[in-house]
C-alpha cells in the first residue's frame, strides 16, 4: 500500500525549487536596488535638449530584466515554430536570403523591361513592377485623363499587349514577380496571366505577389476605383479562384507601407495593417471558403523606418499577432496559415531631397533592420528617389547595399540575433500590447470598413502625421540636412532619370494599332459578359481574364463593372 505523503514534508525537489525561487527573488532585489542607484546618478546628469522618443512615445534610458519580464518564453519560441517570433524558417537565413526585389517601372513597357534585364544581370532575385499613375488609377494611356502623367512614376500598361513587352524575353515560370496595384489590380494579375499563356506557361507554375490591398488604399494612398463592397468582393474572387488555378501567387500584400507613409507611428502601421488582413479573413470565410485554403497566400508589405529597434521589434511583434489570431480566433490548422510571410522596403517618406547622397546611409540602416526583423523579401530604396524615378547608378548602389549586408556583414549568420535583448523583447511585447488596443477600438466602432466609411482610421494617422512634423519643425527630432548639419547647395550634383516627352505619344500610338489589329466582335462580346456577370454573385475572375485574353483595354474592363458597381466618392472627415 502506497504511503501517502503528508502536506507539511518536503521533498529533494521541492527544496531545490524553493531554494531556486528565493535566489531569484534575492536577485531581483539586488537588480532593483542596482537601478535605483543608477536613476539617482542619472537624473544628476546632464542630457541632450532633444525628445528620445520612436515614432511615438519616449524610450526609456536603459532596460533590464525587469522591463522583459512580461515576456515568456513561450511567447518567444524558436524560429520557425509557433507563435514564430523569432522567424518563420528553423534554418532563418542560413537555408535561404531573402529575395532582392528592387522595385522597378517607368516610360514604356519596352524601358522597363530593359531595366529589368539590367537589374537581374547585376544579381537581383526578383522583380517588382511600379505602375504609372494611370495605370494605377484604371485608365489607359490615351484616356484624357493620363494626359501627361504617362510614364512618368512608373511604367504604362494598358493591355496585354503592353504586359508582353514589360516581360519579354524573361521566363515567368522562372522568376516571381511582385505587382503594386491595387483598384484594378485583378485587371493587371489577369494581364499577367495571360502574358504566361501567350508562352506556353501554365498558371500553375507562375509565383509571385498581386499587392490587391484595397482597404490601405482607403485608409492612406487612395488609388481605389470601386465602393468598398464591390472592391472586397473582386479580392475575395482572386482568392477563391486563384487557389486553384495559381496556387503558388500570392493574391494579396496586406500593405502597412503606404499606412506608414501617409504618418502613421510604428504601432498603428501594426495594428490598422493586421485589421485588415483580420477583415480580408472574415470576408473569405463569410465566403464560405475554408481558412486554410486562401490563407497560406496571404502575404504582409512593410515600411521600414528610422527608428532601427523598434522596426525590428514591429515585425517580431506582427508574426506573433497574426500566428495567434489565426490560430485562435479563426481556427487554421494548417501551419503555413499560420505563418506570416512579408516582403520590405525602406521608407521613402524618410528621403531627402537636400543632401541626396545622406539617404545611401539611411537606406543601409533600415535595410540591416528589415533582415533583423527576419523579412523574406527586400527593396532598398534609391538615393534620388524623392527627386525623380530612380537612374540605373542609383538602383545599382541601392541593391549593393542588399549584398553587402548579405554576403559582407555576418549579419545573415545567426537567426534573430537580437532576441533576448532587455529593450527588443520590451520593444515588442509593447508593440504586441498596443496593437491590441486599437483591435479592441476598431472594434468598438463596428470594424474597418465602419472605421474608414467614418473616418476614424484616417484621422488617427492625420493626429499622427502632424504631430510627427510638429517635432520636426520644433527640432525636438533631428532630421540631417533639413533640419540640422544644413549645408549650401548652390546646384544638385547627381543625375536624374528623364522620362522622354516621346514616351506619352509612343505609347498611344501603339494603343491605336492594337485596338485596329484586335478582334473587336470579340472584345464586345467578352466586356458584355463581364458586365452581366457583374450583376450576379458569379466569381468574375474567369471574365476578366477571358477579357484580358481578347486584348480588352484596362480602361474598358474597368468600365464594364463601374457601370454594374460605381465609382467610389471619398466623403470629407476632416
Known sequence: ????????????????????????????????????????????????????????????????????????????????????????????????????????????????????????????????????????????????????????????????????????????????????????????????????????????????????????????????????????????????????????????????????????????????????????????????????TFAPRLSFFWDIHNDFFEEIAKLRAARRIWARHMKERYGAKDPRSLVMRFHSQTAGVTLTAQQPMNNVIRVAYQAMAAVLGGTQSLHTNSMDETLALPTEESVQVALRTQQVLAYETGVPNVIDPLGGSYYVETLTTELEREAEMYFRQIEEIGGVVRGLETGWLQRKISESAARQQWEVEQHRRVIVGVNDFVTDEPELKIELLKIAEATERDQRQRMTKMRAARDNDLVEKRLTALHEAAKTSQNLMPFILDCARAYCTLYEIRAAMEAVFGAYREPVFF
Open 1 to 292: 500500500m502506497t504511503k501517502l505523503k503528508s502536506p507539511g514534508s518536503k521533498t529533494a525537489a521541492d527544496s531545490e525549487l524553493i531554494a531556486t525561487i528565493e535566489e531569484q527573488s534575492a536577485e531581483l532585489r539586488l537588480l532593483r536596488k542596482e537601478v535605483a542607484e543608477w536613476k539617482k546618478k542619472y537624473e544628476k546628469g546632464e542630457l541632450r535638449d532633444i525628445a528620445f522618443t520612436n515614432s511615438e512615445k519616449e524610450v526609456q534610458p536603459i532596460y533590464t530584466p525587469l522591463d522583459a519580464a512580461e515576456t515568456d518564453a513561450e511567447a518567444l519560441g524558436m524560429p520557425g515554430f509557433f507563435p514564430y517570433t523569432r522567424g518563420i524558417h528553423p534554418t532563418g537565413y542560413r537555408g535561404r536570403l531573402w529575395t532582392m526585389r528592387q522595385f522597378a517601372g517607368f516610360g514604356s513597357a519596352q524601358d522597363t523591361n530593359e531595366r529589368y534585364k539590367f537589374l537581374l544581370a547585376h544579381g537581383q532575385t526578383g522583380l517588382s513592377v511600379a505602375f504609372d499613375f494611370p495605370t494605377l488609377m484604371g485608365y489607359d494611356s490615351d484616356h484624357p485623363r493620363s494626359e501627361g502623367e504617362v510614364g512618368k512614376c512608373g511604367v504604362a500598361i494598358s493591355s496585354l499587349a503592353d504586359m508582353e513587352r514589360l516581360f519579354d524575353g524573361i521566363p515567368l515560370d522562372k522568376v516571381s514577380t511582385s505587382m503594386t496595384i491595387n483598384g484594378p489590380a485583378v485587371i493587371l494579375y489577369c494581364f499577367y496571366i495571360a502574358a504566361a499563356e501567350k508562352h506556353g506557361i501554365d498558371p500553375k507554375d507562375l509565383r509571385g505577389t498581386i499587392q490587391n490591398d484595397i482597404l490601405k488604399e482607403y485608409m492612406a494612398q487612395h488609388a481605389w476605383v470601386y465602393p468598398i463592397e464591390p472592391a472586397l468582393r473582386l479580392i475575395i474572387d482572386c482568392f477563391e479562384w486563384s487557389a486553384k488555378h495559381v496556387p503558388q501567387w500570392n493574391t494579396i500584400s496586406i500593405s502597412g507601407y503606404h499606412i506608414r507613409e501617409a504618418g502613421a507611428t510604428a504601432a498603428q502601421e501594426l495594428a490598422f495593417t493586421l485589421a485588415d488582413g483580420f477583415t480580408y479573413v472574415e470576408r473569405g470565410i463569410a465566403r464560405g471558403l475554408d481558412v486554410d
